[in-house]
C-alpha cells in the first residue's frame, strides 16, 4: 500500500488539507504501508520555498513523518513537480503520438467567451472541441510557426457509456460522458496542468490509493480516462468530505484560526490537534475519543470514514487540548511555554535553576487553560505584582478595607516568618494569621489572596504562595524579579493604609 500527501506551497498547511494528510498517514501506517510527501508547485506565481518549507515543518510538528519524498529522497523521485517537467513533456508527447491528446491555439479571450456562452445556456462550461479536429501536420506546423498553443487530452467517445468508479467512501461513483469536456493537460508555456501531472506522478510512484478531499471528485473521471490511454492501473480512490465552519460553509478566515501553524501559535499540543482531526468525520470507537496517534493508526479504517462533511467545532479542540494539557509532562510543558513567557517580557533565557522553578508553576497554570498562549495571564501574579494597581481596581480595594485586620495580621505574621516554599509551610503561616484576626474560611483567605496576587481569583493558594516564594529566592536568572510574599503582605498593608489616611 502506498500513499501520498501532495500540497501546492502557495500559503499555510490549512487544517482540512492537515486531516487530508492525516488520513492518509493513518492509512499507511497503520496497514504497513508507505506514506510519500511530494510537492506540487506548478503554480509558478504563487509557490514558494519558504510556503514548502512551512508545511514540511506543520507535517512533522504533527508527527506525520515520511519515508519517501521531498527531502527523503527514494526511488521514484523527483518529487517536487518543477523537477520533473521533462516527464511530463515526454508522455503528453505519448499522448499525442497515439492520438489522445492535440494542440489547442485558443486563446484566454476565446476560452472565456466560450464559458460564458455554455453558462448562459444552462450547460456546465467545457471545452467546445474547437481545436480537437485539426489536422496534426497543420498543428505540428502552427507550432513550429511560434504560434502558441496548448495541449488538451482527447477525450473518447464512450457512446453514452459512463465513467464509473468504486469510491471507499461513497461507493460507487457515475459520470455521464457528455459533462467531461476536454481537459487541459499542457499550458502553452509548457507547465503541466493538476490533471495530467497528478496522473503521471500517482502512476509513475505506483500509488495504490488516492485518500483527498471530495472536491477532487469531479476530476476523477477525466483522470480515469487518461490512466486508460496510458494502459495504466488507476489506484483506489476515497474522497473524504471537507471541513467546515460552524455555520456549514468551508472552513475559512471569517471563522477564526484556519492553518496548523496559527493552531501551533495559539499553542495547541500536536497530540491535540491531530488526534482531533481525526475525530472529524471518523471515530476510534463506541466512546473512545482520546486516542494515541501510533493507536490512531492501528483503529483506522478508511471505508469506516463519514461521507458527511465535518464541523470544526473549536470547543472541542479546546477540550480536547486541554486533556493532554492537563497529562503533559511538567518539563515539556515549560519549554513549550518558554516563548509565550518571553513574549510577556517577564524572561529572556532562562537558567536550569529558572527552569525547575518554572516546572512548579507553568503546569499548575496549564492544568486549568485551554492552550499554552493562555499560560501568562494564568501566571501573571508570579512575575507582575503591584499593591497600587490591584488597590486602583474598586472591588478589590473595597474588600481590603472591609478585610483590614487580615491584612494588617497577614503583614506582621510574615515579617517574621521564614519564606513561604511549600504547602505545609503556607498553611502553617495562614493558621498563624488566623489565630491573630480571629478570621476563617473566606474571610481569612480571600484578603490573603487579594494581598499576595493582586487579584480576586487564581490559583489555589497552596500552590500560588510558593510559586511566589520560591521564585523570590532564586539566584542571578533569565527572571524578572519576583517580589516575595512578605514584600507584598507589607507594600499592600501600606498602600491600604495610606488610602484610608
Not at 445556456?121 to 496534426?136: F, S
Not at 477540550?319 to 497529562?327: D, F, M, Q
Not at 508570579?382 to 494597581?389: I, K, P
Amino acid at each position: 500500500m502506498r500513499l501520498r500527501f501532495a500540497p501546492s506551497p502557495t500559503g499555510q498547511l490549512h487544517v482540512g488539507n492537515a486531516r487530508t494528510a492525516l488520513f492518509n498517514w493513518l492509512l499507511a501506517r497503520g496497514q504497513g504501508g508507505t506514506f510519500i510527501v511530494r510537492i506540487e508547485d506548478t503554480d509558478l506565481e504563487r509557490s514558494t520555498r519558504e510556503s514548502e518549507q512551512a508545511m514540511l515543518e506543520d507535517l512533522r510538528w504533527m508527527g506525520l513523518d515520511w519515508s519517501e519524498g521531498v527531502e527523503a529522497g527514494g526511488n521514484h523521485g523527483p518529487y517536487r513537480q518543477t523537477e520533473r517537467l521533462h516527464i511530463y513533456r515526454a508522455h503528453a508527447v505519448e499522448l499525442m503520438s497515439h492520438g489522445h491528446a492535440y494542440y489547442c491555439f485558443c486563446s484566454a479571450q476565446q476560452l472565456e467567451e466560450d464559458r460564458q456562452v455554455a453558462l448562459r445556456a444552462g450547460r456546465p462550461p467545457q471545452y467546445v472541441g474547437r481545436c480537437r479536429n485539426i489536422p496534426r501536420e497543420e498543428a505540428r506546423r502552427r507550432v513550429e510557426n511560434g504560434e502558441p498553443a496548448a495541449i488538451r487530452f482527447r477525450v473518447p467517445d464512450r457512446q453514452g457509456r459512463d465513467v464509473v468508479f468504486h469510491d471507499l467512501v461513497r461507493g460507487e461513483v457515475r459520470f455521464a460522458p457528455d459533462v467531461i469536456g476536454d481537459p487541459l493537460i499542457v499550458r502553452s508555456g509548457g507547465v503541466p496542468a493538476y490533471n495530467f501531472a497528478v496522473v503521471v506522478d500517482d502512476a509513475l510512484m505506483a500509488i495504490t490509493h488516492v485518500v483527498r478531499g471530495e472536491d477532487h471528485i469531479s476530476n476523477t473521471p477525466r483522470q480515469l480516462l487518461m490512466y486508460e490511454a496510458f494502459g495504466w492501473k488507476p489506484p483506489i480512490f476515497a474522497h473524504v468530505s471537507l471541513v467546515l465552519g460552524p455555520d456549514h460553509a468551508p472552513l475559512s478566515k471569517r471563522h477564526g484560526a484556519t492553518s496548523v501553524k496559527e493552531f501551533r501559535d495559539r499553542g495547541y499540543l500536536p497530540e491535540a490537534l491531530t488526534n482531533y482531526l481525526a475525530l472529524i468525520g471518523w471515530s476510534p470507537g463506541e466512546g473512545q475519543e482520546l486516542v494515541p496517534l501510533d493507536e490512531l493508526a492501528r483503529r483506522f479504517r478508511i471505508e469506516n470514514v463519514g461521507h458527511s462533511a465535518g464541523v470544526f467545532d473549536v470547543e472541542k479542540l479546546a477540550w480536547v487540548n486541554r486533556h493532554y494539557l492537563k497529562a503533559g509532562d511538567p518539563s515539556r510543558l515549560v519549554t513549550l511555554s518558554i516563548p509565550y513567557l518571553r513574549a510577556a517580557g517577564w524572561i529572556s533565557d532562562p537558567t536550569a535553576d529558572d527552569m525547575e522553578f518554572l516546572a512548579h508553576v507553568v503546569p499548575a497554570a496549564a492544568a486549568s487553560v485551554d492552550r499554552l498562549e493562555q499560560i501568562p495571564p494564568r501566571v501573571a501574579f508570579v512575575f507582575d505584582y503591584s499593591a497600587e494597581r490591584a488597590l486602583d481596581d474598586p472591588s478589590i480595594r473595597a474588600e481590603a478595607l472591609a478585610s483590614r485586620p487580615v491584612i494588617d495580621a497577614l503583614a506582621q505574621e510574615l515579617i517574621a516568618s521564614a519564606p513561604l516554599v511549600d504547602r505545609e509551610a503556607f498553611r502553617a503561616a495562614a493558621g498563624r494569621v488566623k489565630d491573630r484576626c480571629g478570621q476563617k474560611g473566606k474571610a481569612l483567605f480571600h484578603p490573603i489572596r487579594l494581598a499576595l496576587t493582586g487579584a480576586a481569583e487564581g490559583l489555589e493558594l497552596d500552590v500560588a504562595v510558593p510559586a511566589i516564594d520560591r521564585g523570590a529566592q532564586l539566584p542571578s536568572s533569565g527572571i524578572t524579579r519576583i517580589a516575595s510574599a512578605r514584600e507584598r503582605a507589607a507594600a499592600f498593608a501600606q498602600c491600604l493604609a495610606s488610602i484610608e489616611a
